[in-house]
Every structure is written in structure tokens, then in C-alpha cells.
């Protein structure tokens, strides 16, 4: 292989690569789309049948931590730690805690929502987001621990 042939092959490696990491950034944001109208569809459905919203709080990574935060809205999961706030976003409620955290409180950002909540974590914890979100509509409580927020 001459090194006009070694620097054409790996050219096209290249071009082979970034048409790869186009589709997938371009499949990542139809899915973060889809999810989106989901949680849209979720907040104005939640708003007209009146599910009652909660302040919600975040949790420190480790986990042992519970920080007050701006947002009102419904927690999908038991572990609360995924929401909906009432503006439409997605929030993934772990942060890094602290005592500056306790004292003022946290303002975690919004995430782009995913169409399957807990997908690449272990066997049979994973539940497509539409399926969460009208489980706690059909619940009607809004409440984290009833059965509709259950993974």
C-alpha cells in the first residue's frame, strides 16, 4: 500500500466516522424531540384533569442529601429523582449537595427527556417514557409513591 493509498483509506475513515456521528447526533435529536412533545402533551393533560403539583427537591449524588429548588411540577419516579415541572422541562433532580446546596437551595438545569427512562441501566428497569407519564395521569394523585411513579 503506497502512501497515496494509506492517506486516501484513511480520508475516507474519516468521512466513514463523521457520517456516523451525524446520524447518530441526528437520531439523538428527533428522539429528544419526540420526548419533548411527550412532556408537553403530559404538562397541559396533567394541568386540565388538575393533578396536583409539588414543590420539588433534589437529592446530592451520594444520594443522602435533599436540597429545596425553585421548580414546581411532578416527580415520574419513586426514587425522585426525575420530574416534570409545570413549564414543560425535564429535570434530572440529582446535584452536588453541600452545605452552600442546604443553605440556598439548587436550580438544576433542564435535561433533554429521553423516550426510555432508565435505558442502559440493569434487566427490567427501564419503562418507556409515554408509559410513565400516563401512568401518573391515569393514577390521578400526582403523588411519587403511588403506584403511576412507580419504575
Known amino acids: 500500500m503506497g502512501e497515496r493509498d494509506a492517506r486516501e483509506w484513511r480520508d475516507q475513515?474519516?468521512?466513514a466516522v463523521r457520517a456516523h456521528a451525524d446520524a447518530d447526533a441526528r437520531r439523538r435529536a428527533a428522539e429528544h424531540a419526540q420526548a419533548a412533545d411527550?412532556?408537553?402533551w403530559f404538562v397541559?393533560?396533567?394541568?386540565?384533569?388538575?393533578l396536583p403539583t409539588t414543590r420539588l427537591a433534589?437529592?446530592?449524588y451520594?444520594?443522602?442529601?435533599r436540597y429545596r429548588t425553585r421548580l414546581t411540577g411532578w416527580y415520574v419516579d419513586r426514587a425522585?429523582?426525575?420530574a416534570v415541572d409545570v413549564d414543560g422541562r425535564f429535570h434530572l433532580l440529582t446535584v452536588p449537595g453541600g452545605w452552600r446546596a442546604w443553605l440556598f437551595g439548587v436550580d438544576p438545569e433542564?435535561?433533554?427527556a429521553p423516550l426510555v427512562v432508565g435505558a442502559g441501566g440493569r434487566d427490567g428497569e427501564s419503562i418507556p417514557l409515554r408509559t410513565l407519564l400516563t401512568r401518573l395521569l391515569d393514577d390521578g394523585t400526582g403523588e411519587p409513591g403511588s403506584t403511576a411513579a412507580r419504575l
Open 38 to 40: 411527550l412532556v408537553a
Open 62 to 65: 451520594d444520594g443522602r442529601g
Open 44 to 50: 397541559a393533560e396533567a394541568t386540565r384533569r388538575g
Open 110 to 112: 433542564p435535561s433533554p
Open 80 to 82: 425522585e429523582t426525575r
Open 58 to 60: 433534589a437529592r446530592g
Open 13 to 15: 475513515q474519516r468521512q
